[in-house]
Structure formats: structure tokens, C-alpha cells
């Protein structure tokens, strides 16, 4: 059994940076998806009832690979870290999309965005640190 003293640095890794890398790989994904999908929707006839569906795929994505990137070297704390993580993402999402789009609107598609973004970090958390014990 491990001590403190005897923790690899990986076990030491501050959260801080754990979760900075984890909300900055999920922004990056989802910028890169969100071009990829207003690039793809300029030059097709895709019906309008389909961008919100696609939209809740691609920040589910972006949570994934941040989580599992930001925490490729953590063990433990998979839970927290991941709803950390989508807590964090869905907010900086909302405000530079938002930013983009040119106004801040606050509904309730903003609460439900981050009741999914947290549910949605803390699966995957649970995923990435059991994904490594096999």
C-alpha cells in the first residue's frame, strides 16, 4: 500500500491542471465539431429539427474527449473531476458561443444544458479512471 510519500506524480497531478486540460481539449473539440457541422449544413438541405439534436451530440463529445484527455493520467476522483469538468465546459461554452452569436440570452435551455454537461462529466469520468484499471 501506497503512503502519501509514495504517490507517483501522476496521483499528484493538481486538479487545476487536470481540469484546465480537460475544459480546454472539450472547448477545442467543439469548436473543430461546431465548424465541421455549420461547414456541412451550409452546403446541404438538412432540416432544421436536426441541429439540436446534433448540438447535444457534439457537446457529449467534447465532454468525453475532455475528461478522458484532461484526465488520461489521474486514478481516482473520476466522478468529480468529470462533472468538474462538463460543469466548467458547458458554462465557457455557453458565454463564447454566446459571444459569437452576439448576445447572452439566460433560459432554461442554459439549467438543462448544465444538468446534462455535469451528468454527462461524471459518467465519463467514472469511464476514463476505470477504463485505465483494465
Same mark, same amino acid.
Given at each position: 500500500m501506497k503512503g502519501k510519500a509514495g504517490a507517483s506524480a501522476a496521483e499528484k497531478k493538481p486538479i487545476f491542471k487536470v481540469l484546465l486540460k480537460g475544459v480546454v481539449v472539450s472547448l477545442c473539440v467543439a469548436f473543430v465539431l461546431v465548424l465541421l457541422f455549420a461547414f456541412i449544413l451550409? %452546403?446541404?438541405? &438538412? =432540416?432544421? =429539427?436536426? &441541429?439540436?439534436? *446534433?448540438?447535444? *451530440? &457534439?457537446?457529449? *463529445? =467534447?465532454? %468525453?474527449?475532455? *475528461?478522458?484527455i484532461g484526465m488520461r493520467k489521474v486514478k =481516482?476522483?473520476?466522478?468529480?473531476?468529470? !462533472?468538474?469538468?462538463?460543469? %466548467?465546459?458547458? !458554462?465557457?461554452?455557453?458565454?463564447? %458561443?454566446s459571444l459569437l452569436d452576439g448576445h447572452i440570452v439566460f433560459d432554461k435551455t442554459l439549467i438543462f444544458d448544465l444538468i446534462f454537461g455535469t451528468i454527462i462529466g461524471g459518467i465519463c469520468g467514472i469511464i476514463s479512471v476505470n477504463l485505465k484499471k483494465i
Open positions: 451550409r %452546403f446541404t438541405t &438538412i =432540416s432544421d =429539427s436536426i &441541429i439540436a439534436p *446534433v448540438n447535444e *451530440v &457534439i457537446k457529449g *463529445v =467534447s465532454i %468525453f474527449l475532455g *475528461v478522458f =481516482s476522483n473520476g466522478i468529480i473531476s468529470g !462533472i468538474l469538468i462538463g460543469f %466548467f465546459f458547458t !458554462i465557457l461554452a455557453f458565454l463564447i %458561443f
